[in-house]
């Protein structure tokens, strides 16, 4: 719902006793848009086929609306015609808004059907409520920079798993995106400002909370007290997110938003606000007075509608391994390998072949883990080339025959690959790889 909206709305119920019968069609239009309709347009003047305005309801849906502007009833013939079309065009919803009342006939038939019937006093209680009541809610979201994702995914990458000479993410051969999906959340700025005391002057509490960040799910839900990562300054369209995506290939999915009942948000606000406080009495005794705001003293400020954004990037190193990173706003929440072959718990430190790009999942790197002893490179129990206890890598024994050089353990590199292993350990973040059973 934006301030033009309201103020036109307001405009046309001023003069609303002087609108001829093509303004009133524009006031039930605005009225729709602040009710949170979409695409909503009033079609052409003549030959309008029984539907006067073409838009899509809160949860989306494509719907027909008929206005009548008469001081007579409104009668049946009226939603048969509107049926009629609806039928034709496969159209699930119709609406008929009239100035004046609805006769029984017409109600009952209505009744049965999927069309809801508006007459002139509750159209005016509607409208009075969007511009007196109503929450006023811009569209927020999460703006996207898909490069920035890979970039950190990658960074994640090469701090759960250690490789050498090459970092992890070298040999990552395909990363590919889920749908992006936006789930709608209300984002509540609201203040409280509520004194309580007793009868005997004992107790004094001031309640001041001046604009408290709230978020509430699109169930209703209370989510989080405290939200840090909107900027308000401006408003991001879902539809230029689209386009975006639509040019990386990316899948784009979107839920319909929230419907908003200011009195059950003022609800969850007093529960939230709702605390309990000590104090003295008669005897030095101590009473706990509990300290609930009233509703009246609830004060909401703005209602944010914010597009929270939930996606996830799967990478893919070899045919065998496939790892998931589950992207939460601009925030990488967790990640897991769907194809950990083992019903073990989850390994604490993994390694990748530098021969075979396989993931290892063992233990430390001294005991289990097999490395070259000539170049130092990470090798699998299907790469290693063993010979007296002593291993080596197949391009490395190669060149060790045919040369003939003495087969001793190359200290410089073995060195140079503890080292690279003791920065690895001190660089790797906090998001930590799940290994699970695909």
């Known amino acids: 719902m934006s301030e033009f909206d309201i103020s036109n709305l307001s405009y046309y119920l001023n003069q609303f006793d002087e609108l001829n019968p093509q303004e009133f069609e524009d006031m039930v239009a605005v009225m729709l848009r602040c009710k949170g309709w979409t695409n909503v347009n009033v079609t052409s003047r003549t030959a309008d086929k029984g539907r006067d305005i073409i838009g899509n309801d809160q949860k989306g849906r494509k719907s027909y609306v008929e206005v ?5 009833k409104i009668g049946r013939p009226v939603i048969q015609k509107l049926h ?3 039928i034709a065009e496969k159209v699930d919803k119709g609406m008929v808004v009239a100035t004046s009342d609805f006769s029984p006939e017409a109600m009952e038939y209505a009744r049965n059907l999927n069309i809801k019937l508006m007459n ?30 890979i970039k950190r995914v990658y960074e994640i990458f090469d701090s759960n798993i250690f490789t050498y000479p090459q970092p992890a993410s070298t040999y990552i051969k395909k990363a590919k995106f889920l749908p992006f999906n936006y789930f709608p959340n209300l984002i509540v700025i609201t203040t409280v400002d509520q ?3 007793n009868k005997s002057g004992s107790f004094y ?7 408290a960040f709230l978020i509430f799910s699109e169930d209703g839900e209370l989510l989080n007290d405290k939200f840090l990562n909107v900027k308000f300054e401006h408003t991001v369209d879902l539809k230029n997110i689209e386009k975006i995506l639509s040019k990386k290939e990316i899948p784009f999915q979107k839920k319909a938003q929230p419907q908003i009942n200011r009195d059950k948000l003022k609800r969850y606000i007093q529960r939230t606000c709702t605390t309990e406080r000590k104090y003295r009495g008669k005897n030095n005794q101590v009473y706990t007075r509990t300290c609930k705001p009233t509703l ?7 209602i944010f509608k914010y597009w929270q954004l939930y996606t996830a990037l799967d990478i893919k190193i070899d045919r065998f391994t496939k790892l998931r990173f589950f992207i939460n706003d601009n925030e990488i929440t967790g990640a897991k390998c769907l194809d950990y072959p083992t019903k073990n718990s989850s390994p604490k430190e993994v390694r990748m072949c530098q021969m075979c790009q396989a993931l290892i999942f063992k233990g430390a790197l001294k005991k289990k883990f097999h490395s070259c002893q000539e170049c ?4 699998c129990p299907d790469c290693v080339y063993q010979e007296k206890s002593q291993y080596w890598c197949k391009n490395c024994a190669k060149k060790l025959k045919y040369e003939n050089i003495s087969r001793k353990k190359n200290k410089e590199a073995l060195k140079v690959l503890k080292e690279e292993y003791r920065n690895w350990k001190k660089i790797k973040k906090s998001i930590k790889l799940e290994f699970i059973n695909s």
């Not at 009246?296 to 703005?302: E, F, R, T």
């Open 296 to 302: 009246a003293n609830i004060d909401i400020h703005q």
């Open 195 to 197: 004194d309580f005391q």
């Open 68 to 72: 009548k502007q008469h001081q007579k």
């Open 376 to 379: 130092g490179m990470i090798l």
């Open 120 to 149: 002139g006093k509750k159209f005016i209680e509607t409208c009075e409520y969007l511009i007196r009541d109503a929450p006023r809610s811009d569209s927020l979201c999460t703006p996207i920079n898909i490069e920035s994702f």
């Open 84 to 86: 009629s079309i609806m």
């Open 205 to 211: 509490y001031h309640m001041h909370i001046p604009k």
